[in-house]
């Protein structure tokens, strides 16, 4: 199981120098990971938004070790072919330290109608299975250079409870990140229906967030491969600070 800090580049953790000094002290901790939502604008109170892109790639250049990426971003929200750019830049920027988590986004934070956004979520899961199966085309070889990851970049994707069809569109790649678990008892059950349909010679990362302070024994026992400390919506530096300083455990 291994460990990382998941954060919302909100208010002051919206300057991408922050962020970087925090990756660098969760690097020398013994953090494994350092991940960031991906909004462009979010309900009140938040205000600050940083490009989670750009943040990243600062967190690339000050750290060495940890695996990093957005969690996740909604690829009918974007263009596909500037996603592949981004992700090959920032997996060449890394040394090959670039997760991708993927999923459809959600719809009551103002960022889908005020831009001209795809609603409907049937439409915006359409887009999501095409996005992918563009990336991985753009990646193979259609763009240059190609990722340093082979044979592609991993990819996580996002799947809310209790809903399935997204836990189905998972397994096709490297990660599952169930959103709105009701407890570990749900990721039990859920670890059992994917070992059922994968291979055990296929690795496969089931990612779990929880609160600064929770136990994580028990997830890890569900089957928890990582387990990400989110801040939630408002975080602040010196919380996230005094967690990264605490260690993983």
């Given at each position: 199981m291994k460990r990382a800090v998941y954060v919302a580049p909100f208010g002051e953790l919206a300057d991408p120098r922050v962020l970087a000094g925090l990756a660098v002290?969760?690097?020398?901790?013994?953090?494994?990971?350092?991940?960031v939502w991906d909004h462009i604008v979010y309900r009140a109170p938040v205000r600050a938004v940083a490009d989670p892109w750009v943040a990243l790639a600062a967190v690339a250049c000050a750290t060495s070790s940890l695996r990093i990426g957005p969690l996740i971003t909604p690829l009918a929200r974007r263009r596909v072919h500037k996603v592949?750019?981004?992700?090959?830049?920032?997996d060449l920027l890394s040394s090959g330290r670039l997760t991708l988590g993927v999923g459809l986004g959600g719809?009551?934070?103002?960022?889908?109608?005020?831009?001209?956004?795809?609603?409907?979520?049937?439409?915006?899961?359409r887009l999501l299975d095409q996005g992918l199966d563009d990336l991985?085309?753009?990646w193979a070889g259609e763009f240059q250079p190609v990722p340093v990851q082979q044979p592609?970049?991993?990819?996580?994707?996002?799947?809310?409870?209790?809903?399935?069809?997204?836990v189905r569109r998972a397994l096709r790649w490297e990660g599952v990140f169930p959103i709105g678990l009701p407890g570990p008892e749900a990721l039990a059950e859920l670890t059992g229906e994917i070992r059922e349909s994968?291979?055990?010679?296929?690795?496969?990362?089931?990612?779990?967030?929880?609160?600064?302070?929770?136990?994580?024994?028990?997830?890890?026992?569900?089957?928890?491969?990582?387990?990400?400390?989110?801040?939630?919506?408002?975080?602040?530096?010196?919380?996230?600070?005094?967690?990264?300083?605490?260690?993983p455990g």
């Open positions: 002290a969760a690097e020398e901790r013994g953090w494994d990971g350092f991940f592949a750019r981004e992700t090959v830049t920032l719809t009551r934070n103002g960022e889908l109608e005020p831009f001209g956004e795809v609603v409907d979520p049937i439409e915006r899961a991985v085309r753009y592609r970049i991993p990819v996580w994707v996002a799947a809310v409870w209790p809903h399935r069809r997204p994968r291979r055990a010679d296929h690795p496969f990362d089931v990612v779990v967030d929880i609160a600064p302070g929770d136990d994580t024994e028990p997830w890890v026992r569900a089957g928890a491969t990582w387990i990400v400390t989110d801040f939630g919506m408002q975080p602040t530096e010196a919380e996230v600070r005094e967690v990264i300083d605490a260690g």
